[in-house]
C-alpha cells in the first residue's frame, strides 16, 4: 500500500520570501501525486497533480512542483508567497491502475503561516 | 455553477442519536468519498462509491453508514456506534473511482457532540 509523509506540520514565512513544503511518499512504481489546499473551515482544492512526463508541474496561484523519482518526493514551491496563501496543504498518492486500491492516501498536512 | 454541496455546515449530535449528513453533486461524477479529518490526522477515507447503487468501505467504516441509490447523492450516517464523532467530514466526488482522477471537494460538516 501506498503513504505520504509531510515532515514539517507548520512552516511561517515571510510574504514575499520563497516556500517549499515537502512530501515524500512510499510506493513501488510512478504513483499518481497530487497537492491540495484548505482554508480554514473549506474543503480542499487541488493545486496540482503529477501523472507522467515533465517533473516539473505547474499549478494554480504560481505553485509548481516537482517529481524526484530518486528521493521519493514530490515538494511543493512558490517562489514569492503571499498573504492569502496562509492555509494547510495536504499531498495526496494514488496508485496506478491494477497496482494497488483507488484510493487516495493523503499526508497529515502542513499549516502554512505567512508574516505579513 | 458545478460543485458538490454539504448540508449542514454545523451539526450536533446527542448520546445514543444517529444522523445524516448530506452530500449532492451536479457534477455528473460517477464517484463519490466520505473523509473524516481530525487536527493533525489529515483526510481519512470512510466509504467510497464507484458506481450508484454500490459502495465499499474504507479504512475507518466502523460506526457510519451509506447509501448511493442517484448519482447526484452520497448520504453519510454517523450512528450510535461510533463514540468519537467528532470531527470535520468531507464529501469528495471524481469523474471515475480511478486513483488518477483528482477528486473534487465539498465545503465540509462539522459535527459536534452535545
Known amino acids: 500500500a501506498q503513504s505520504v509523509t509531510q515532515p514539517d506540520i507548520h512552516i511561517t514565512v515571510s510574504e514575499g520570501a520563497s516556500l517549499e513544503l515537502r512530501c515524500n511518499y512510499s510506493y513501488g512504481a510512478t504513483p499518481y501525486l497530487f497537492w491540495y489546499v484548505q482554508s480554514p473551515g473549506q474543503g480542499l482544492q487541488l493545486l496540482l497533480k503529477?501523472?507522467?512526463?515533465?517533473?516539473l508541474v505547474q499549478g494554480i496561484k504560481g505553485f509548481e512542483a516537482e517529481f524526484k523519482r530518486s528521493q521519493s518526493s514530490f515538494n511543493l514551491r512558490k517562489p514569492s508567497v503571499h498573504w492569502s496563501d496562509a492555509a494547510e496543504y495536504f499531498c495526496a498518492v494514488g496508485a496506478r491502475p491494477g497496482a494497488g486500491s483507488y484510493q487516495l492516501t493523503f499526508g497529515k498536512g502542513t499549516k502554512l503561516s505567512v508574516i505579513p | 455553477d458545478g460543485g458538490i454541496t454539504q448540508s449542514p455546515k454545523y451539526l450536533f449530535r446527542k448520546e445514543g442519536q444517529n444522523v445524516t449528513l448530506s452530500c449532492e453533486q451536479n457534477?455528473?461524477?460517477?464517484?463519490m468519498y466520505w473523509y473524516r479529518q481530525d487536527p493533525g490526522q489529515g483526510l481519512r477515507l470512510i466509504y467510497y462509491s464507484q458506481i450508484v447503487n454500490d459502495f465499499q468501505k474504507g479504512d475507518i467504516a466502523e460506526g457510519y453508514s451509506v447509501s448511493r441509490e442517484k448519482k447526484e447523492s452520497f448520504p453519510l450516517t454517523v450512528t450510535s456506534a461510533q463514540k468519537n464523532p467528532t470531527a470535520f467530514y468531507l464529501c469528495?466526488?471524481?469523474?471515475?473511482?480511478?486513483?488518477?482522477?483528482?477528486?473534487?471537494f465539498g465545503d465540509g460538516t462539522r459535527l459536534s457532540i452535545l
Open positions: 469528495a466526488s471524481s469523474i471515475e473511482g480511478h486513483s488518477n482522477q483528482p477528486q473534487h
Open positions: 457534477l455528473n461524477h460517477d464517484a
Open positions: 503529477y501523472f507522467s512526463g515533465d517533473t
